[in-house]
Each structure stands twice: as C-alpha cells, then as structure tokens.
C-alpha cells in the first residue's frame, strides 16, 4: 500500500477533520484491516486516542474470528476496545453506545464494527441508517472523528444513498492482491 495514500488517509483522519464520519465500503472486510493497521501507528503517533467500538463479539476489526484469543491478544496495538452487546433492541444497544462514546474524552477517532452487522442483527437496513443518522451527530459536537465499514451490494440503494448523504467522507473500496483503491 503507498506511503503517500496513508499519509494522506492519515491526515485526512487526525487532521483538520475533528467530528467528521468516515465510511467505507467494501466487498471485503480484510481491507478495512489493511487501511486500518497503518493508520493506527500515524495516528496513535500524532497522540489521538483510538477507541474500537466492538458490537461483534468474536471478530477483529477486519471480521476474522478471534475467539480463541484473549482481547490483548486481538486488539491491533494503539487500539483501545469497548465492548458493546448487540442485540435486537434497537434503542437499548444505540442507548449504550452513546453512552459508551460519552464516557471517553471528546476529540477521539472512534472505529466501528461493520455497520452491515447491525443490519443482520435487525433484520432492516432502515434501523441501521437509522443508527448512523443519531449517532454521527453526537459525535460531530463532541469533536469525535469515527470511521464506519460497510459492506458494499449487502443493502438497499436507498440505504447506502442515505448513508453516503450523512457521511462527511464516504470511499469505495476496491482490492487486488497487492493494492488498495480509494474512491470518495
């Protein structure tokens, strides 16, 4: 992956971009990893506190499973976790996530389990639109940058549509075998 396109990504995150919400869409989650796992040692380098809001319980950030190993031993280094369970009470789970963004100090990057998750977990791609739409706000005013994965041609149109409207940054993300491709 280029320096550059890190650096880049990097500035764009920790930068001039405090309350902005970042998403990306992918046909697979490994290359949220692989954006990621750089990112983390710039950013953790610039001081920004990274706080992984973890709603999959089992998986790492890139979806692999992880139940076999102890939470140190999955967390990418500079990446703190909060649990958050998941469950099929839409109020009660965006209840405790905002509660859990609260409890941390303003001007931090928030990274998020698979938005795409949520929509497995509630049947509906309208509550999970609907959890972004309430939460990128609260982040927004408390100067929270978040970064978002989600799955690319598992939603609606008007789903994604509406996600790519809230979004302040919103990229494609496309892959080979070498290389990572950005499209905002």
Request: contains cysteine.
């Amino acid at each position: 992956m280029a320096t550059s396109m890190i650096e880049n990504l990097t500035d764009l995150v920790t930068g001039s971009t405090a309350g902005e919400s970042i998403v990306f869409s992918l046909s697979d989650l490994s290359d949220f990893a692989r954006i990621l796992s750089p990112f983390l040692s710039y950013a953790e380098k610039a001081g920004k506190r990274i706080i992984h809001i973890r709603f999959v319980p089992d998986t790492d950030v890139s979806g692999n499973e992880t139940q076999d190993l102890s939470a140190r031993e999955r967390r990418p280094s500079g990446l703190e976790e909060i649990p958050v369970r998941l469950n099929h009470r839409f109020r009660h789970f965006t209840v405790a996530v905002h509660e859990a963004i609260r409890a941390q100090e303003a001007g931090c990057i928030f990274v998020f389990d698979c938005l795409s998750e949520l929509q497995t977990a509630w049947a509906t791609d309208l509550m999970m639109v609907n959890f972004f739409t309430v939460t990128t706000p609260l982040l927004k005013s408390r100067g929270d940058t978040a970064l978002f994965p989600l799955m690319a041609l598992m939603h609606s149109d008007e789903a994604a549509g509406k996600i790519t409207q809230i979004a302040d940054c919103f990229f494609d993300v496309s892959s080979d075998f070498k290389n990572i491709y950005l499209r905002a």
